[in-house]
């Protein structure tokens, strides 16, 4: 163990941020009628019966004042969406209040909206504590919202991902089921596979179904463009995969340098249209399950994933430039890395 | 705002459940001798100088006699690790401390190991807390560890994924880049780039890459077989295919029913291997850049999506029986569900 005595605070306060919170402001009405708000995570509920909640204040605040001759204060925790709130009610040199939308509670106190839970209370004890005074509230009325925490730990925001009953969330890594590349493979697999079997019951394959894609960004490449991007998914195009497409009224080919260029029908545009609207069907099928925090999460985590990885793209062909003109699901834009 | 006279304790407890918190076990040693310890997440920071620490014991708590009494406590901030210990801790009716190795701190109050930090205190302040009774205790010595928290939320354990700066965490959803699909496909291919570049630089496919994979997991399938599992995947295999392998001396084919046996030669299942551990190597080039926790979140948020599209696969070829069988990278085991 640490003795105290011995070491700077900055070791402290490392160690007491590992203790996750949530994060909320704190408002009053100060002495001359101004409103007067500061954002901490030194909230905890303290009793139920009567219902009270606790927060601390640092003695040296400017806010202590107001704190101190008010008989009310609100406590709002902040959701996932408030973040800018929290960072604004945290700033010592602005207008706190600069922008934010305030309804009024007992003695005039400023609420906020877009939280998660708010509370009005009446200061029933200030105790001392050390550098800090404890301010002990009895809840006099309170609103609570179903929307997700912001969460504060170890000194930055957080998402926070509830465990499901039964979910077993192992520490180690090893290359079981829960290989990486194999849940990836299998995630997508299985979320695809309404369109598989469509494409399966047209006769076509993963590669017709790939150069009907990479047309749906923009038809009239060359054959010679279309075979170099089909290689990088790892497919080889031969000429009857064309001869296919061709068979079926989808596309049409023209005669030209590299190979020609390769033309949609009216037939395969409209084709590629009902692709794009099964493949969002099947995507907001397989998002039932999940609430919003969770597929937010899932795409932080997988953006991470294709940052790391990006650099196993080749470089000749620009790796953003390929991924827009090869997204094979229709979604246009640019890349955030 | 609801009026705390008029509503019952639940809803109250349900709005307090919206604050976050990290989850902690109080020690301390009885007047017998005995070890007495809870868990509590009422824990908080009060001062930095003096460092002062509080948390919030139940007036009706077997333990408040205790507490009461002695004038150290010792406070261990949980690690996701120590859900059980948090259970253990929450239980009234058990021997807390079974199976716990524990540490002597100061009055030889209990030390438990495999927190994330843990804090000595002497008891400074006894305050009044309506039902409960807040202790605010000056802190002695404490330590601090590099462990991922135990997170609690609105009754529930969570995991916690912290921000990376200038992360947007977008609250909307569209079918722009963050396309669930997309990313699915964009990360796994990515991550298998180096594979795929390896298979075309030995003339094969990504067809031909299916059918080593398939086999890897067990040769000596008929045609037929091989044929059905790569028409999941979408691909069709033709007879040249097989003839490609066969050439390449990775496969031998014998007669049989149902197109007859395929069989790795001694090459072949070389090549598998070797396919297998560069699978792997990709793998953990693709996680360098996320920490255990985050590889974790994506885990678990991948076997969600997993169990969510899991009725696409056709029943007739028994879900987990496909997967075990197609898994391509050699990963064997039981899929949970």
Redesign the interface.
Same mark, same amino acid.
């Given at each position: 163990? &640490?003795?105290?005595s011995s070491i700077d605070?900055k070791?402290?306060?490392?160690?007491?941020g590992?203790?996750? &919170?949530?994060v909320?402001v704190v408002t009053t009405r100060g002495t001359d009628g101004e409103d007067v708000g500061l954002t901490a995570?030194?909230?905890?509920?303290?009793?139920?019966?009567?219902?009270?909640?606790?927060w601390?204040l640092d003695k040296k605040s400017s806010s202590l004042d107001a704190f101190t001759h008010s008989n009310h204060f609100a406590v709002h925790?902040l959701s996932?969406?408030q973040e800018k709130v929290s960072n604004q009610f945290a700033k010592s040199d602005s207008d706190r209040f600069a922008g934010i939308e305030v309804e009024r509670?007992v003695e005039n106190v400023p609420l906020l909206s877009g939280c998660?839970?708010?509370?009005?209370c009446r200061t029933t004890?200030r105790?001392?504590?050390?550098?800090?005074v404890?301010f002990?509230g009895?809840?006099?009325?309170? /609103?609570?919202?179903d929307?997700a925490?912001l969460?504060f730990?170890?000194g930055?925001?957080?998402?926070?991902?509830?465990?499901?009953d039964n /979910?077993?969330?192992?520490?180690g890594?090893d290359?079981?089921?829960?290989?990486?590349?194999?849940?990836?493979?299998?995630?997508?697999?299985?979320?695809?596979?309404?369109l598989?079997v469509d494409?399966?019951r047209r006769g076509l394959?993963?590669i017709h179904?790939s150069i009907l894609s990479i047309l749906s960004m923009g038809d009239g490449r060359g054959r010679a463009e279309l075979e170099r991007l089909l290689?990088? &998914?790892?497919?080889?195009a031969a000429n009857e995969h064309f001869q296919d497409l061709v068979a079926q009224g989808l596309i049409t080919l023209q005669a030209g340098v590299e190979g020609g260029q390769v033309y949609f029908t009216a037939a395969g545009r409209q084709s590629a249209l009902e692709n794009m609207a099964m493949?969002?069907a099947? /995507?907001e099928?397989?998002?039932?399950?999940?609430d919003?925090n969770?597929?937010?999460?899932?795409?932080?985590?997988?953006?991470?994933?294709?940052?790391? &990885?990006?650099s196993?793209?080749p470089d000749s062909l620009g790796k953003d430039k390929f991924?827009r003109e090869n997204?094979?699901?229709g979604?246009?834009?640019?890349?955030?890395s």
């Amino acid at each position: 163990m &640490t003795n105290i005595s011995s070491i700077d605070g900055k070791k402290f306060r490392k160690a007491l941020g590992s203790f996750a &919170t949530g994060v909320t402001v704190v408002t009053t009405r100060g002495t001359d009628g101004e409103d007067v708000g500061l954002t901490a995570n030194s909230f905890n509920s303290v009793s139920l019966d009567p219902p009270m909640v606790l927060w601390s204040l640092d003695k040296k605040s400017s806010s202590l004042d107001a704190f101190t001759h008010s008989n009310h204060f609100a406590v709002h925790i902040l959701s996932l969406e408030q973040e800018k709130v929290s960072n604004q009610f945290a700033k010592s040199d602005s207008d706190r209040f600069a922008g934010i939308e305030v309804e009024r509670g007992v003695e005039n106190v400023p609420l906020l909206s877009g939280c998660s839970a708010r509370f009005e209370c009446r200061t029933t004890y200030r105790y001392e504590g050390g550098d800090h005074v404890i301010f002990v509230g009895e809840v006099v009325s309170f /609103e609570s919202f179903d929307r997700a925490p912001l969460v504060f730990h170890s000194g930055k925001y957080g998402l926070l991902l509830k465990k499901a009953d039964n /979910e077993v969330i192992d520490s180690g890594w090893d290359f079981g089921d829960d290989f990486l590349g194999f849940q990836l493979r299998r995630a997508y697999f299985q979320l695809m596979a309404p369109l598989r079997v469509d494409i399966q019951r047209r006769g076509l394959s993963e590669i017709h179904r790939s150069i009907l894609s990479i047309l749906s960004m923009g038809d009239g490449r060359g054959r010679a463009e279309l075979e170099r991007l089909l290689e990088l &998914t790892g497919h080889r195009a031969a000429n009857e995969h064309f001869q296919d497409l061709v068979a079926q009224g989808l596309i049409t080919l023209q005669a030209g340098v590299e190979g020609g260029q390769v033309y949609f029908t009216a037939a395969g545009r409209q084709s590629a249209l009902e692709n794009m609207a099964m493949s969002k069907a099947a /995507e907001e099928d397989a998002m039932q399950g999940l609430d919003a925090n969770e597929v937010r999460l899932l795409k932080v985590l997988l953006g991470r994933v294709i940052r790391n &990885t990006r650099s196993s793209l080749p470089d000749s062909l620009g790796k953003d430039k390929f991924w827009r003109e090869n997204n094979v699901w229709g979604a246009p834009g640019t890349i955030q890395s």
